[in-house]
């Protein structure tokens, strides 16, 4: 299936001159789609790949109608289709990202990893590609060294219910690493920590999410554990603007830490999203997964000194406009309904 876009003039401001041919796997998704928006409105010429798994066309359904942006349905594991164009950049986001999902089929998680990123290669090779590849901050796994700087090597178990996510992102970090040292490729790995934002699914299955989906609907908040272990959580928009500039970066080598260390525990995000939107729901304390990290910051040391970078956005102002997103498309409550 292939949605070919109406014409439309470019975004303003745009330079024809670094109009660019890119690729974006896993482009409808949560991230995938916040960064395909971000390439478009800059002029260049984006072909989103997806098979819809956990994305939807409906993610970049106000994309297709521009000139420069092409839907198409696809599974990563398989070679790129030759009648795609040549591409200067390949952005590697296809995989699973929620552990409900990673972990409902982790044979195909691990696969998506390892034929995904191989099908990248293989493509970046013949068009003389630059990579970028999503990884995270899982390949730190339940971290023994905090916060989390690139150089630590982590704590993860290989064969726990999180491995087929953390060590599939593991061995992706391994086999693009020495590809683009063997194979003369100039590849760009982004570790990313939690982030959150508009357009993430309602029952996508990760805590932020899920608290603003059951604070709107009057449901319980679902706390696991007793609500003492942290993440640092970090706004979409801040995470794209980290990912361009890491793409453009010159020097820079080896993964960098992208994330918002302004660090949470679990329970207090289930307090402010409760306050937040009002609602009446109870917080409620569910079983802790097995081998859930405790806790998750990022040193962003290095993105500072080589990128610039630092997230802009808080907490409390992205959780308002994640709320206000969820608001907006949850379908609108009864009378009957207790919030
Ligand atoms: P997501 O689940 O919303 O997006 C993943 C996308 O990949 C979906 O559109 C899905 O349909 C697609 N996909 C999955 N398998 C595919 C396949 N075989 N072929 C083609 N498409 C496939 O998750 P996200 O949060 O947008 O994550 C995007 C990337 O960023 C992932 O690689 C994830 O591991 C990484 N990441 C995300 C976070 C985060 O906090 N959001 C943190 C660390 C890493
Ligand atoms: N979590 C929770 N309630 C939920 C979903 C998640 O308490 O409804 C917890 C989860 O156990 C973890 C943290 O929130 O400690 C972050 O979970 P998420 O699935 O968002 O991402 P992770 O960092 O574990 O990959």
């Given at each position: 299936?292939?949605?070919?876009?109406?014409?439309?003039?470019?975004?303003?401001?745009?330079?024809?001159?670094?109009?660019?041919?890119?690729?974006?796997?896993?482009?409808?998704?949560f991230l995938?789609s916040h960064l395909?928006r971000a390439?478009?409105d800059?002029?260049?010429?984006?072909?989103?790949?997806?098979?819809?798994?956990?994305?939807?066309?409906?993610?970049?359904?106000?994309?297709?109608?521009?000139?420069?942006?092409?839907?198409?349905?696809?599974?990563?594991?398989?070679?790129?289709?030759?009648?795609?164009?040549?591409?200067?950049?390949?952005?590697?986001?296809?995989?699973?990202?929620?552990?409900?999902?990673?972990?409902?089929?982790?044979?195909?998680?691990?696969?998506?990893?390892?034929?995904?990123?191989?099908?990248?290669?293989?493509?970046?090779?013949?068009?003389?590609?630059?990579?970028?590849?999503?990884?995270?901050?899982?390949?730190?796994?339940?971290?023994?060294?905090?916060?989390?700087?690139?150089?630590?090597?982590?704590?993860?178990?290989?064969?726990?219910?999180?491995?087929?996510?953390?060590?599939?992102?593991?061995?992706?970090?391994?086999?693009?690493?020495?590809?683009?040292?063997?194979?003369?490729?100039?590849?760009?790995?982004?570790?990313i920590?939690?982030t959150y934002g508009p357009r993430m699914?309602?029952?996508?299955?990760?805590?932020?999410?899920?608290?603003?989906?059951?604070?709107?609907?009057?449901?319980?908040?679902?706390?696991?554990?007793?609500?003492?272990?942290?993440?640092?959580f970090c706004y979409v928009d801040d995470l794209v603007a980290g990912f361009l500039a890491?793409?453009?970066?010159?020097?820079?080598?080896?993964?960098?830490?992208l994330g918002n260390?302004?660090?949470?525990?679990?329970?207090?995000?289930?307090?402010?999203?409760?306050?937040?939107?009002?609602?009446?729901?109870?917080?409620?304390?569910?079983?802790?997964?097995?081998?859930?990290?405790?806790?998750?910051?990022?040193?962003?040391?290095?993105?500072?000194?080589?990128?610039?970078w630092r997230p802009r956005i808080g907490l409390?102002e992205g959780l308002e406009r994640t709320?206000h997103d969820?608001?907006?498309?949850?379908?609108?409550?009864?009378?009957?309904?207790?919030?």
């Open positions: 299936m292939i949605f070919l876009a109406q014409p439309d003039a470019p975004a303003s401001g745009t330079d024809l001159r670094a109009r660019k041919s890119i690729a974006v796997t896993g482009g409808a998704g995938g395909c390439l478009v800059r002029g260049h010429d984006v072909v989103c790949l997806d098979n819809f798994h956990t994305g939807s066309a409906s993610n970049v359904e106000d994309l297709c109608a521009r000139a420069n942006f092409t839907l198409f349905a696809h599974d990563a594991t398989l070679p790129f289709p030759d009648t795609l164009p040549r591409f200067d950049e390949i952005w590697n986001l296809a995989c699973p990202a929620s552990p409900v999902h990673y972990q409902s089929d982790r044979v195909r998680t691990l696969l998506v990893c390892c034929d995904g990123a191989r099908r990248v290669i293989e493509r970046a090779r013949t068009d003389g590609a630059a990579v970028f590849h999503a990884s995270t901050s899982e390949v730190y796994g339940d971290p023994e060294v905090h916060p989390q700087r690139e150089d630590y090597v982590g704590h993860v178990n290989p064969i726990g219910p999180r491995a087929c996510y953390d060590e599939g992102k593991r061995f992706v970090e391994a086999l693009l690493t020495d590809a683009a040292e063997q194979y003369g490729i100039r590849l760009r790995m982004a570790r920590f939690n699914h309602p029952d996508d299955g990760r805590v932020v999410s899920n608290f603003v989906v059951q604070a709107l609907r009057g449901e319980d908040l679902t706390v696991y554990g007793d609500g003492t272990q942290t993440r640092s890491l793409m453009a970066a010159e020097t820079v080598s080896g993964p960098v830490n260390p302004a660090e949470i525990p679990v329970e207090h995000l289930a307090e402010t999203v409760v306050e937040m939107t009002g609602s009446r729901s109870a917080i409620v304390h569910r079983p802790l997964p097995v081998h859930d990290p405790r806790r998750r910051r990022p040193d962003i040391g290095r993105a500072l000194a080589e990128l610039g409390r709320i969820f608001e907006t498309r949850l379908a609108p409550r009864t009378p009957a309904d207790p919030v």
